[in-house]
């Protein structure tokens, strides 16, 4: 598995603005703005769910495949087959070895202000 990179940054904004929920990510934003830094995994945690929940709903789940894919270091179609678990722990698992509260400020910045 691979850390986050400068064009994951890009891709999840295309990400929110697909989904929808691009109020809601800010919401957190802000609560990460507001928390602890042993809570800052949670709430990051919270925010990739939310986008998960978002496009499950609109029935862009493909987004989420592609996004994940080379981070996790396999194809689209490889994320889609995990067990649920599995796909669970890996997103476990870039939420601790990446600074999402840094993440997430710049997904914020590519979206604009408006």
Not at 3 to 27: C, M, P
């Amino acid at each position: 598995m691979r850390n986050l990179i400068t064009s994951d940054v890009f891709a999840f904004a295309r990400i929110v603005k697909t989904s929808g929920v691009r109020q809601e990510l800010i919401d957190k934003l802000i609560e990460l703005q507001n928390v602890e830094s042993a809570d800052l995994k949670r709430v990051g945690l919270d925010t990739v769910l939310l986008i998960i929940e978002a496009l499950a709903d609109k029935k862009a789940e493909r987004s989420i495949y592609d996004f994940f894919a080379p981070i996790m270091e396999m194809t689209a179609d490889e994320v889609a087959a995990l067990p649920a678990n599995e796909f669970i722990e890996a997103v476990k698992r870039i939420g601790e070895e990446n600074d999402l509260a840094s993440f997430f400020s710049f997904v914020s910045g590519a979206l604009g202000k408006n």
